[in-house]
């Protein structure tokens, strides 16, 4: 059965190792924080300019002045500190982040990404994800693997103007857990009940697939 | 100590003209100069080019100046709270420069810091990039950002004092520090004045060099965009 | 919270080799990583290059290193209170490279922020140009100054928390921040270490992202370069 | 008769203008402070980090972590602030400083100016000063009019290595108060007692004289 996005936030939560700074990026990303291992110490960095996020504040306590890049009220942890948004963007484009998972539109098997755009439809903006992308070597995307009307996402070239260029190291989908490297999407899991050659399906791009493909453990 | 202190933001603003560009601070709603934006609807300033992260949303921030059509062009790195910008940016009534958040900071930094232009890697490869000079320095390819030039940036503070000097509370810092001293005049709105002397000089977020007029501002909203809370058990 | 806290100064320098390239924070005699520097004496490291903006006096700071001749190389804007520097210059013996004080700084906020390069007016036209590229913007003459590159920053804060939050006091500030998360491993020492959520989120100078190891200094001797005083009446 | 150091920094103080922010070179520069009028606003900044400097501390207050620039143990005025070096010279190359004093070795009449080596014999280094005559707009010079040898030391061009090339606006010498403008050296005032011919002696660059030279008022 494919993943809901809180599958997909799971198992991505899989992949924050100890000692991580993560950026979050809006939507499923956001959820990747309520699922990390409590055995492990991660901070997470907000672009606009916290390091250190905690959970949601209690109903009554939220502060219009602490928020995340979802514009979303938050709390910080202790040891957290607050930032102006150039110091935010030198801990990304210097790599003081170590990982950093954010949502797609599209993904090429090169490791191009397009998440900001649809031209004469949609255009909300870049927001901080140029800069991370441009500049993280440990980038994750949350994506489903098809569109509404089954379209693959997953493709040899994206069509969409894109965000960065050869940049995604991985991508977990409500269907797959896929490397991107050489050219060509990795697969690495499928999700619990879903084939092989599904995934073959609704996977535009060059898909390689070595020996037996393990189910993901969620 | 130069005294920067104004009466009130009429004061504060007295000079502003149409077809000026500015630079406002905040993050989505979060650390605007809420004070400042009133008076621009209040004084019908029109064909504005607005630097600033976010356009408000629809009733409140920059979104009233675009519902009145004040803004003839906006630069800003994320807009998807707004129908209204939506709307005026594909009929085209609406100029926008969507700039990403990082390359935007900076071009506020290198303003302030005088500098003319910088090299950075966000937005290589992409239409972002088209048009400007990119340049390989240590195998990564890097996109030529020049700084921006602005007549006014407006900034609003948690605190500060008549010498200029302003502290910011939380993520409400965002944008608003690097603003300071990158536009000809820069103009603060704070919370709460202090005397000179009360803030520690060891934790004055930006010395009041980088600041022409301040104001204590008043009726702050302070609009929350995203409540999101937990019950306590 | 992401523990960076280590026992003390050897530990923090366990891995530091000879031929190595450090970042130095202070001014002067004031914000010196003290321990650190009695750590590269006491290990004998040598064939060091350093920046630093200057080389200490000939009994403190960086001068005890060059008493003990461990430093190939000096990145700095200005040496002028040491004798022994000046003479292992002039001789031969001491690689120097001058630097003005403000670029000597954005090449380490540079390397700390990921821009390769930056362009500055300062030393166009002079011997500090020779070689390198320059270039027009805006009517005015630029020079194009690279990102530092170094294998340890050593900094000194007045307090720090085992996440490696720093705050820094008075003037011995200075180039300490820029030189955090400019090389490979930072290494911070403090004066004082407190309780992780002691400090104030909303003043902490730089954020322990910047920091691998930190550790509550000793014996800091501080001293006075120019003990200059008036009398009360 | 020629103006001794305080001459010349009471002479440069008049030029501090209401509202102004300075910087302050070491040396005669740094005495400048002790004779600004009383009935006007100025800061002062030092380039290792500080705004808002106030005199030298009450013997046993001072603080080995608030120095200027010339290492000296400084206070702070109320609403002063620190900040680290990269964030001093946002204010100097940025312009935000109004006005810079510093020292020289020579001066051209182009503006040029050298004052931080003399090959093979003396390399203090530039500290601050390439940075500040780079970007200020508004340089004033304090020095001798000649060396020790009686040499001009306000020349057609400099023989030592440049800090900064066509940045003084005015230099303040024992003799004379000049203006750098079109290629020449504009006398504007005599130290008391100083005749032109003498100002006209002691200067290897152009010197335009134009009518009455009035004496400075200190």
Known sequence: MALDKIGIAKRIAQEVQDGFYVNLGIGIPTLVANYVR????????????????????FDG?????????????????????????????????????????????????????????????????????????????????????????????????????????????????????????????????????VSVEAIQNATEGTLIINGEIPEMAI | MINKKVKNVQEALADVKSKMT??????????IPENAISELVRLDIREVTCISNNAGVDDFGLGLLLQNKQIKKMISSYVG??????????SGELEVELTPQGTLAEKCRAAQAGFPAFYTPAGFGTEVAEGKETREFDGKMYVLEPAFKADFAFVKAWKGDAAGNLVFKGTSRNFNPNMCGAATITVAEVEEMVEVGALDPNNVHIPGIFVQRIFQGKNYEKRIEQRTVRQKQ
Chains 1, 4 share one sequence.
């Open chain 1, 38 to 57: 409590e055995d492990i110490e991660v901070e997470f960095q907000s672009e606009n300019g916290v390091l250190g996020m905690g959970a949601f504040p």
């Open chain 1, 61 to 193: 306590e939220e502060d219009a002045d602490i928020i995340n890049a979802g514009k979303q009220t938050i709390t910080t942890m202790p040891g957290a500190s607050f930032f102006d948004s150039s110091m935010s963007f030198a801990m990304i484009r210097g790599k003081h982040v170590d990982l950093t998972i954010l949502g797609a539109m599209e993904v090429s098997e090169n490791g191009d990404i397009a998440n900001w755009k649809i031209p004469g439809k949609m255009v909300k903006g870049m927001g901080g994800a140029m800069d991370l992308v441009a500049s993280a070597e440990n980038i994750i995307v949350a994506m489903m693997h098809t569109n509404k009307h089954g379209e693959s996402k997953i493709l040899k070239k994206c069509s969409l103007p894109l965000t960065g260029v050869g940049c995604v190291t991985k991508v977990v989908t409500n269907l797959a857990v896929l490397e991107v490297k050489d050219n060509a999407f990795y697969l690495l899991e499928r999700a619990p009940g």
């Open chain 2, 22 to 31: 500015f630079m406002l601070g905040g993050f989505g709603l979060c650390g």
């Open chain 2, 81 to 90: 709270e707004n129908d209204e910008f939506e709307r005026q940016m594909l």
